[in-house]
Structures are given as structure tokens and as C-alpha cells.
């Protein structure tokens, strides 16, 4: 049996998938029933609205008549859960894992494939409290520093959009969203170029994969934070706040890019670990209907059905200096995003449906480690502290954030009075060209100006700049060694995720948990 591929199959935006197939199994004379749809993606260039698609025929090699054609190729996927069985599991007894974000999930999740049992420690509360907190942080300011937007069930990612960026062909992607739809999202993430989840159903899927892991023996920790280890040659013993120990045979460390002061006692403990670079900014807002109607052309969205428009755009200048956007939220929310008193910085966030008036992403210029105030490895977290300090005490009392036109960024002027947004709680007049340091305002202002030659109506009267954006990715790197996933410093330890500074994201932090949890399996049998 051969696997081919039917890439860049269009038709109109709009169709069932199985029109789509019907159309595709009568151009290429396959029986409709052994094509299935592998991606769906809207193309809107010339403000034409046309849904591509990417389609996979299993033929018999006997009677195999697509090769040759054009946009259609013989494929091979191998199969995760085989490449998995191929691991031997015989000795590896009680994984360890810090954090339950995406990396510690899914390691959590390839551990209960091999039928071993991990110990999962995470210092914030479930998903189902850890709710509960976050609007209270958002309605009265009341921060509870290990369970907010960024500490907790689920990771930074739980409050996002929940986007899952795939590569069509990897199997790892695969598996990552089977999972998710296993836990309760739509399977139309399996098909879409763009698959998204949103904040209201991630809390949902998250709840059920947890009770999944407690259902086949593993043990699940919350309110436990994570304080040092002591390792021998085959065991490690993990300290906690609460005065608990714990042994297993391995420690993953999927911490977050926020864990600080998880960061400074690896420091102090002799781990290995270097500054790395990162991106800093303000969220950049505007009216969804203009998006649409830049996007898409004028009313178009209405006129043919589609979803709120999006936008990625990158602006590279000499010497490794950039601009780009990301964390795109059409029909999103701007959201306090702090886990530190007397800090301020924000991220964005949107629901299932995508319906708020609002899209924004994340506006941020290139930081080089050279920007730092020295090189050891937590020199990028004192550069974003200090920003983050700086934004606070500007809009004391309470957790007001600074927020300008971009017009009036552009052109160094004072906003008279704040923008209607989407913001989570109150913004405040501020010159952001003030805040943030020079070299990042004037890459932010090139990546504008460039932004807005490509896509007419991009800087208007209505677009908005709310600050500050600083947690985009780790500011260091817990390093490891490339062959076998073992940290440099501490041959027990597997540092691993967004936070050890190898993935950026719910997909490439699950992906990175999967091949972590890999690793660790492989090394038990050294």
C-alpha cells in the first residue's frame, strides 16, 4: 500500500469537506471514500476567499495512477505509537516531573503509553482554581503568586489563544492534537492549516486529560513547589516547599519561562545554563472589523463566511536587529499577565468562538544577550524586571497598564486620553516610547513603518499599543546535551520546554515534552 499526497487542491471557501472530497476524487478518478482531508486553509490573496487543501489517497501499488501528476507526491508518515513501542521501558521506574504545562503534560503522557507511572509536581492549583484566581487577579488585583496567568494547571498557554502551529507531516503534531481532541477538543483542529483551541475550551480539555492521568496511576501534585534536588548515580530526591521529598529515577524539568525563582536556586546549584536572547514590546491592538476589512477586502468577511481575519509580519534590519508580530488573537483580549507583586506586563488571549470586537498580537523588537547587564545566566531576567518594575510603579495604584496610539508612538507624542481596548483592566495615557528602552523603540518604529507599507491602513487613529509585552520566551537557556537530552551540569536532570529554553508555545512545548520523556526512557537503559 502507497500513501500519496494531493497538495494545493483549491475550491471555493465555503464547501463541506465532503464536497471538497467529491470534487477531488472525480479530477483524479480516486473513490471518494479512500480520500481524507489532511489540511484545510483559507487563501485570501487578491481578496479572492479560496479554501487549499492537502489530501491523502492510500492506493494499492498495482493500481496506482496518481504519480506523475502534478501537486501529488508519494508520501511516507511513520506512526508515533509504533516508534514509541520500539523504546523498551524495563528499568525506568518513577519519572519526576516539575511543571504541568504543555512539556510536563505530554511527557506525562508518553510515560502512561510505556506504562510507567510519573510524579507530577506543579506549584500552582488546578485549572478549576486556578480560574477562580485569575479574575480575581483581574477584577481586584489580588495576586496569588503561584497560581495566576502564568503559574498553574496547564502552563502560560492555558490563558492564550491556543494556537497548535503544526508541520503537516510530523508525527509528533499528529499525535499532539489527537490528544487534544482525545480530551475533548473539535477534530476539526486535525485538518485545519491554523488549528486553534481558545482559553474556554482549554480549561475543559485540560480537566480531562488530568482526571486521564490520575485514572492510570499517576500522581499528580498541585500547591508543590519545587525547592532543589540531590542526585546519585541512579536516583534523585526532589525538595519541596512544603517540607515533602520525593525519588524517582529521573527529574524533568518543565518549569515555565516565568519560574525566576526556580531559576536562580538551578543557578546556585551549579546548573548549567547561559542567557539566551528574547523579544520585548507592547500588544498591539485594533478593532477586528478593520482587520477583516484589511485582510479580506471591505465587508467581505460577512459577505462570504469567513473567520476573523489574522496577520503575521516580521521586519529584519542589519546587524540582527527585527520586529516581528506573534500570539496573534483575532477576536481576542489583551490580559494582565503579571506572577509578581509590583510588576506589570501583559499578554493576549481569546476564546473558542473568537467574538470579541478586538484582535491584537505581540509587538516586540529583538533583545541580543549584549543588551544585558552583564553575562551570566540571569541577566535577561534582570533586563525584563526592570521594565516590568518601571511599568508598575507608572501606574500605581493597582495594576493600570500604559497604553498609546501607535500614531502617537510613531511620532513621540503624549496620547491625550486611552483607546477603548479589550485590556482586562484599566489603562492609562503613558508615552511608551519612554518606557521601553531606546534600541527596542526604534526597531518597533521600522518594523511599523514597514508593516504599514505592505498592508495599507495598518497605523490609523484606532490601533493601539498597550504595554509592556516581556515574557516571550525564556531569557536563558537550562543547557542539555543534544545526543541524549541530559543537562550538561546534572546527568540525572532533563531540563526541557519553553521554560529550559527549547520551545516557544503549546505545540513546540508539547512536542519537546514528548521527546524529553523519550529521552529519558531511552537513557534508563544505558
Not at 223 to 252: C, H, M, P
Not at 429 to 435: G, V
Amino acid at each position: 500500500m502507497k500513501l500519496y499526497q494531493i497538495t494545493q487542491f483549491i475550491t471555493r471557501w465555503g464547501l463541506r469537506p465532503e464536497q471538497a472530497i467529491e470534487q477531488a476524487a472525480g479530477k483524479y478518478h480516486v473513490d471518494e471514500g479512500k480520500i481524507s482531508i489532511r489540511r484545510q486553509a483559507l487563501d485570501v490573496r487578491g481578496k479572492r476567499s479560496r479554501a487549499v487543501y492537502t489530501m491523502e489517497v492510500p492506493m494499492e501499488s498495482s493500481t496506482v495512477h496518481l504519480s506523475g501528476q502534478p501537486k501529488i507526491r508519494e508520501i511516507e508518515r511513520p506512526d508515533f505509537m509504533e516508534i514509541l513501542r520500539e523504546i523498551p521501558s524495563n528499568t525506568m521506574e518513577r519519572p519526576i516531573i516539575v511543571g504541568f504545562g504543555p512539556a510536563g503534560l505530554f511527557a506525562s503522557l508518553v510515560f502512561l503509553e510505556k506504562g510507567i507511572k510519573p510524579v507530577i509536581l506543579e506549584r500552582g492549583k488546578s485549572v478549576e482554581e486556578r480560574v477562580i484566581d485569575v479574575n480575581a487577579f483581574w477584577a481586584q488585583g489580588e495576586l496569588d503568586e503561584n497560581s495566576n496567568p502564568l503559574f498553574g494547571e496547564g502552563g502560560a498557554g492555558t490563558f492564550s489563544d491556543g494556537k497548535l502551529t503544526t508541520r503537516i507531516n510530523d508525527p509528533m503534531c499528529s499525535f499532539v492534537l489527537e490528544q487534544f481532541v482525545r480530551f475533548g477538543a473539535k477534530d476539526k483542529i486535525l485538518m485545519d492549516a491554523k488549528p486553534h483551541v481558545g482559553t474556554d475550551k482549554l480549561i475543559k480539555i485540560l480537566a480531562s486529560a488530568r482526571e486521564h492521568l490520575l485514572s492510570r496511576g499517576a500522581e499528580i501534585h498541585f500547591n508543590t513547589r519545587f525547592t532543589g534536588f540531590q542526585e546519585d548515580e541512579r536516583k534523585v530526591l526532589v525538595q519541596t516547599a512544603g517540607g515533602e521529598t520525593f525519588t524517582g529515577d529521573s527529574l524533568i524539568l518543565a518549569i515555565g519561562h516565568s519560574s525566576r525563582d526556580t531559576y536562580r536556586l538551578l543557578m546556585e546549584s551549579g546548573m548549567a545554563m547561559e542567557p539566551k536572547p528574547f523579544a520585548v514590546g507592547a500588544r498591539l491592538e485594533h478593532p477586528q472589523g478593520q482587520i477583516d476589512d484589511i485582510m479580506y477586502g471591505k465587508g467581505n468577511r460577512n459577505r462570504f463566511g469567513l473567520p476573523p481575519a489574522t496577520y503575521q509580519m516580521a521586519w529584519n534590519g542589519e546587524n540582527g536587529t527585527g520586529c516581528y508580530t506573534f500570539c496573534m488573537c483575532p477576536g481576542g483580549q489583551v490580559i494582565l499577565a503579571a506572577n509578581e507583586p509590583e510588576t506589570l506586563c501583559v499578554n493576549g488571549m481569546s476564546g473558542s468562538k473568537r467574538n470579541s470586537p478586538f484582535a491584537n498580537a505581540a509587538l516586540v523588537a529583538k533583545v541580543p544577550v549584549t543588551a544585558f547587564d552583564g553575562d551570566d545566566p540571569m541577566a535577561g531576567v534582570r533586563f525584563q524586571h526592570r521594565i516590568e518594575q518601571d511599568a508598575y510603579r507608572l501606574g500605581m495604584p493597582g495594576w493600570m497598564a500604559p497604553s498609546q496610539r501607535v500614531m502617537d508612538f510613531m511620532d513621540s507624542k503624549m496620547t491625550a486620553r486611552p483607546l477603548a481596548t479589550s485590556f482586562t483592566g484599566q489603562t492609562y495615557p503613558y508615552p511608551l516610547h519612554e518606557l521601553l528602552p531606546g534600541f527596542v523603540v526604534d526597531q518597533m518604529r521600522a518594523g511599523l513603518q514597514t508593516f504599514s507599507g505592505r498592508v495599507r491602513g495598518f497605523i490609523d487613529p484606532s490601533a493601539n499599543l498597550i504595554g509592556v509585552e516581556t515574557r516571550t520566551s525564556a531569557p536563558l537557556r537550562i543547557l542539555r546535551d543534544k545526543g541524549n537530552g541530559r543537562s550538561l551540569s546534572h546527568p540525572m536532570v532533563f531540563p526541557c520546554g519553553e521554560g529550559a529554553g527549547y520551545a516557544g508555545g503549546i505545540m513546540s512545548a508539547a512536542i519537546d515534552g514528548i521527546k524529553t520523556a523519550m529521552a529519558v526512557l531511552r537513557s534508563a537503559e544505558e
